[in-house]
C-alpha cells in the first residue's frame, strides 16, 4: 500500500504582479526593484490595514514578477453596531495554523454579553427601517459596493483561508472571485423580488408583499466561512433583514475582512454585525435569544438538532444545512477517466472537508475493481502538505477532526472494509494531515458508509442492478447530494428523479453553481439556499384585502 506524496514545508509567498497588487511603477517607484532582496516592510498608499512583508522579492518567469507574503494582524476585534469592540470579559481566543499546529493571531472571544449587544444593535437598525426604507434597487447596490470593496483585501483574504482555514493556495484565492459572485447576484436580484395581484371578485382589490423577518442570527461552518457567510448576510441585506453572525472559532478571519468591506462600502450602523465566539457560549446565546426572528445555520446534524431545539421555545423559522454522506452512482457505461476525475474532486478537495462531498462510490460490479484501481492512483498521486506551500491536499482543521476521523477508519477496518490506501494521519509533517483514504468491499450498513468522515475518505460499495443501486444512495439518514455517471440519458432522468437528495449531479461532481438552489432533505435539513429561491428563505408573505 503505497502513501501518498508529501511536501516539505517551504517560505510562504504568493506569485503576484505589481498590476494584480494595484502597485504601479510610475505611482510606486520605490517598489520597481529590479533584483531579488530580503526581507523589508512596504506600507502601501492609502491602505491602512494592508501591511506587505515582502519576504522574498524575485522576478518568477510566467508565474508572476513578485513574490510576496502578507503579515498577518496579531490581533482582531469583533465587529458590532458599527464599531470595532474587545469582548466584554476581555478573553480571546487563538487562532492555530492547522498546516503546522502554531498560532496565528488572537480573536476578541464574544460572550453571551456580547451577543446581547450584537442583537440590540440589529433590532435598532431594523426598528429603524434603515434597510425598509432604501428602494430595493438601492440595497442592491450596498451590496455591489461591498463586493468591490472585499477587491481590496485579496491578497489578505487568500492567505488567512490558507492559514486559519488550510486551503490549497488555488482555492484561497479563489475564495474572493466566488464570494463576490454571491454579492452581484444577490445585489441584481434586490429589486426583483415581486409580489403578486390576486383577483377575488369586483370592488376587491386583494396584493400580496414579501416582508422581511427582522433579526436574522447566522451560524456559519468553518470550511467555507467567507462565501458562506457572505451568501447568508446578502440574502439578509437584499430583503431588508438585519444580521448578527457567529463566525467560526476555528476560522473566523476572512468574516472580519468582510466586516470591514461592509464598514467601507458604508452598511448602517446594526445592519451587520460579525461576532466570533466558541459554539457553546456565543453560538447557543444567539439562537436561544428572544428577541431574534429567524435562523441561518450551516453545520452538523446534532448541533442543528440544538439550534431547532432553541428555535421551537420561541417558534423561530430556520433555514437549515446539515451533514451529508452523499453517494455517486457509477453504472456500467460510464466514462471512467471522467468518473475518476469527477470522483477523486469530489471527495478530496479541501481534504474532503464539504458537507456535500462524494464520500460513497456506489459501483456496478462489472467495473468496481477497475474504478477502486483508478481511485487509488488519484490518492496516491495528491501532495499532501500546507496549502500555501502548494500542497494539492490540506490539513484537517483540527487536531480533534484529525483524531475524529482516523478514529472512523479504524472502525473501517474492524468492521472487515479493505483498506486500499491511506486510514492514518501523514508522519513527519506538522500539523493535522489525513492521507487520501479509499475503502474498498464496503457493504451498505457499515459505519462508515453511514456516517460522515468530513475528511478525504471515500468508501466504494459494489452494486448488481439499477434497483439496488438507488436502494443503497438512498440508504443513509442524510440527504444532502447524490450524484450519477452514464452516457445513458434516459436512465440519468429516471434515477436522479428516484435520488431523495436536494441536488443530484450527473456525470459532473458539484455540477452546478450559485444560482442553483442548495440544500438538503431528509436530516441533511431544509429551506434552500444559493440561487433566487434562497430569497424565499428570509421573507415572508403579507396578503392585503381591500375594499373599493
Same mark, same amino acid.
Given at each position: 500500500? $503505497?502513501?501518498?506524496?508529501?511536501?516539505?514545508?517551504?517560505?510562504?509567498?504568493?506569485?503576484?504582479?505589481?498590476?494584480?497588487?494595484?502597485?504601479?511603477?510610475?505611482?510606486?517607484?520605490?517598489?520597481?526593484? @529590479?533584483?531579488?532582496?530580503?526581507?523589508?516592510?512596504?506600507?502601501?498608499?492609502?491602505?491602512?490595514?494592508?501591511?506587505?512583508?515582502?519576504? /522574498?522579492?524575485?522576478?518568477?518567469?510566467?508565474?508572476?514578477?513578485?513574490?510576496?507574503?502578507? #503579515?498577518?494582524?496579531?490581533?482582531? &476585534?469583533?465587529?458590532?453596531?458599527?464599531?470595532?469592540?474587545?469582548?466584554?470579559? !476581555?478573553? /480571546?481566543?487563538?487562532?492555530?495554523?492547522?498546516?503546522?499546529?502554531?498560532?496565528?493571531?488572537?480573536?476578541? /472571544? !464574544?460572550?453571551? @454579553?456580547?451577543?446581547?449587544?450584537?442583537?440590540?444593535?440589529?433590532?435598532?437598525?431594523?426598528?429603524?427601517?434603515?434597510?425598509?426604507?432604501? $428602494?430595493?434597487?438601492?440595497?442592491?447596490?450596498? +451590496?455591489?459596493?461591498? $463586493?468591490?470593496?472585499?477587491?481590496?483585501?485579496?491578497?489578505?483574504?487568500? #492567505?488567512?483561508?490558507?492559514?486559519?482555514?488550510? &486551503?490549497?493556495?488555488? &482555492?484561497?484565492?479563489?475564495?474572493?472571485?466566488?464570494?463576490?459572485?454571491?454579492?452581484?447576484?444577490?445585489?441584481?436580484?434586490?429589486?426583483?423580488?415581486?409580489?403578486?395581484?390576486?383577483?377575488? !371578485?369586483?370592488?376587491?382589490?386583494?396584493?400580496?408583499?414579501? #416582508?422581511?423577518?427582522?433579526?436574522?442570527?447566522?451560524?456559519?461552518?468553518?470550511?467555507?466561512?467567507?462565501?458562506?457567510?457572505?451568501?447568508?448576510?446578502?440574502?439578509?441585506?437584499?430583503?431588508?433583514?438585519?444580521?448578527? *453572525?457567529?463566525?467560526?472559532?476555528?476560522?473566523?478571519?476572512?468574516?472580519?475582512?468582510? =466586516?470591514?468591506?461592509?464598514?467601507?462600502?458604508?452598511?448602517?450602523?446594526?445592519?451587520?454585525?460579525?461576532?466570533?465566539?466558541?459554539?457553546?457560549? $456565543?453560538?447557543?446565546?444567539?439562537?436561544?435569544?428572544?428577541?431574534?426572528?429567524?435562523?441561518?445555520?450551516?453545520?452538523?446534524?446534532?448541533?442543528?438538532?440544538?439550534?431547532?431545539?432553541?428555535?421551537?421555545?420561541?417558534?423561530?423559522?430556520?433555514?437549515?444545512?446539515?451533514?451529508?454522506?452523499?453517494?455517486?452512482?457509477?453504472?456500467?457505461?460510464?466514462?471512467?477517466?471522467?468518473?475518476?476525475?469527477?470522483?477523486?474532486?469530489?471527495?478530496?478537495?479541501? =481534504?474532503?472537508?464539504?458537507?456535500?462531498?462524494?464520500?460513497?462510490?456506489?459501483?456496478?460490479?462489472?467495473?468496481?475493481?477497475?474504478?477502486?484501481?483508478? +481511485?487509488?492512483?488519484?490518492?496516491?498521486?495528491?501532495?499532501?502538505?500546507?496549502?500555501?506551500?502548494?500542497?494539492?491536499?490540506?490539513?484537517?482543521?483540527?487536531?480533534?477532526? *484529525?483524531?475524529?476521523?482516523?478514529?472512523?477508519?479504524?472502525?473501517?477496518?474492524? #468492521?472487515?472494509?479493505?483498506?486500499?490506501?491511506?486510514?492514518? /494521519?501523514?508522519?513527519?509533517?506538522?500539523?493535522?494531515?489525513?492521507?487520501?483514504?479509499?475503502?474498498?468491499?464496503?457493504?451498505?450498513?457499515?459505519?462508515?458508509?453511514?456516517?460522515?468522515?468530513?475528511?478525504?475518505?471515500?468508501?466504494?460499495?459494489?452494486?448488481?442492478?439499477?434497483?439496488?443501486?438507488?436502494?443503497?444512495?438512498?440508504?443513509?439518514?442524510?440527504? +444532502?447530494?447524490?450524484?450519477?455517471?452514464?452516457?445513458? +440519458?434516459?436512465?440519468?432522468?429516471?434515477?436522479?428523479?428516484?435520488?431523495? =437528495?436536494?441536488?443530484?449531479?450527473?456525470?459532473?461532481?458539484?455540477?452546478?453553481?450559485?444560482?442553483?438552489?442548495?440544500?438538503?432533505?431528509?436530516?441533511?435539513?431544509?429551506?434552500?439556499?444559493?440561487?433566487?429561491?434562497?430569497?424565499?428563505?428570509?421573507?415572508?408573505?403579507?396578503?392585503? !384585502?381591500? &375594499?373599493?
Amino acid at each position: 500500500m $503505497a502513501a501518498a506524496r508529501h511536501i516539505d514545508a517551504k517560505p510562504r509567498f504568493f506569485y503576484q504582479s505589481t498590476a494584480e497588487l494595484g502597485i504601479h511603477p510610475r505611482r510606486h517607484a520605490k517598489f520597481a526593484l @529590479a533584483h531579488p532582496v530580503t526581507a523589508f516592510s512596504l506600507r502601501l498608499p492609502g491602505s491602512d490595514n494592508l501591511q506587505l512583508n515582502l519576504a /522574498r522579492l524575485a522576478r518568477s518567469g510566467d508565474q508572476g514578477e513578485r513574490i510576496m507574503s502578507i #503579515e498577518i494582524r496579531p490581533y482582531w &476585534k469583533n465587529y458590532i453596531g458599527g464599531k470595532w469592540v474587545d469582548s466584554s470579559d !476581555g478573553q /480571546r481566543i487563538d487562532i492555530i495554523n492547522p498546516g503546522n499546529g502554531q498560532k496565528i493571531c488572537e480573536v476578541a /472571544r !464574544g460572550t453571551g @454579553a456580547d451577543i446581547d449587544k450584537a442583537v440590540a444593535a440589529a433590532r435598532s437598525c431594523f426598528k429603524a427601517r434603515v434597510l425598509q426604507d432604501m $428602494a430595493p434597487h438601492e440595497r442592491g447596490a450596498l +451590496l455591489f459596493r461591498i $463586493a468591490d470593496e472585499l477587491e481590496k483585501a485579496a491578497d489578505e483574504i487568500a #492567505e488567512v483561508e490558507c492559514l486559519d482555514n488550510g &486551503k490549497t493556495l488555488e &482555492k484561497g484565492r479563489a475564495e474572493l472571485p466566488l464570494t463576490q459572485r454571491y454579492l452581484r447576484y444577490y445585489a441584481g436580484l434586490a429589486d426583483k423580488l415581486e409580489g403578486r395581484q390576486i383577483p377575488i !371578485g369586483t370592488d376587491l382589490l386583494d396584493y400580496t408583499t414579501h #416582508e422581511p423577518y427582522g433579526v436574522s442570527a447566522q451560524i456559519v461552518p468553518w470550511n467555507g466561512p467567507l462565501p458562506v457567510g457572505a451568501r447568508s448576510i446578502a440574502c439578509a441585506i437584499a430583503t431588508a433583514n438585519t444580521v448578527v *453572525l457567529k463566525s467560526p472559532e476555528d476560522s473566523p478571519l476572512s468574516l472580519f475582512l468582510l =466586516a470591514e468591506a461592509c464598514e467601507r462600502a458604508g452598511v448602517p450602523d446594526g445592519a451587520v454585525n460579525i461576532v466570533c465566539g466558541l459554539g457553546y457560549e $456565543a453560538g447557543a446565546a444567539l439562537v436561544a435569544h428572544d428577541d431574534i426572528d429567524h435562523i441561518v445555520f450551516t453545520g452538523s446534524v446534532e448541533t442543528g438538532k440544538s439550534v431547532l431545539r432553541a428555535a421551537a421555545e420561541r417558534v423561530i423559522p430556520c433555514v437549515m444545512e446539515l451533514g451529508g454522506k452523499s453517494g455517486g452512482i457509477v453504472f456500467p457505461d460510464a466514462d471512467l477517466d471522467q468518473v475518476a476525475e469527477s470522483a477523486a474532486a469530489g471527495i478530496f478537495k479541501h =481534504a474532503g472537508q464539504i458537507c456535500s462531498a462524494g464520500s460513497r462510490l456506489i459501483v456496478h460490479r462489472s467495473l468496481y475493481d477497475e474504478v477502486v484501481s483508478r +481511485l487509488v492512483a488519484k490518492a496516491e498521486a495528491l501532495t499532501v502538505g500546507p496549502g500555501i506551500d502548494g500542497a494539492e491536499l490540506g490539513p484537517l482543521i483540527s487536531a480533534r477532526q *484529525l483524531d475524529r476521523v482516523e478514529a472512523l477508519c479504524q472502525v473501517g477496518i474492524d #468492521e472487515g472494509a479493505t483498506l486500499c490506501t491511506g486510514g492514518k /494521519r501523514v508522519a513527519g509533517l506538522d500539523g493535522y494531515f489525513m492521507a487520501p483514504t479509499v475503502f474498498g468491499d464496503v457493504t451498505p450498513q457499515m459505519r462508515i458508509a453511514q456516517e460522515e468522515f468530513f475528511g478525504p475518505v471515500v468508501v466504494i460499495i459494489p452494486f448488481e442492478d439499477t434497483e439496488e443501486a438507488i436502494e443503497i444512495a438512498n440508504g443513509t439518514d442524510f440527504g +444532502l447530494a447524490a450524484g450519477l455517471y452514464t452516457n445513458n +440519458l434516459s436512465l440519468a432522468h429516471k434515477v436522479a428523479h428516484r435520488l431523495v =437528495a436536494g441536488q443530484v449531479y450527473v456525470n459532473q461532481w458539484w455540477a452546478g453553481g450559485i444560482e442553483t438552489p442548495f440544500g438538503g432533505m431528509k436530516r441533511s435539513g431544509y429551506g434552500r439556499e444559493k440561487g433566487q429561491e434562497a430569497l424565499l428563505g428570509y421573507v415572508q408573505t403579507k396578503n392585503i !384585502g381591500i &375594499k373599493l
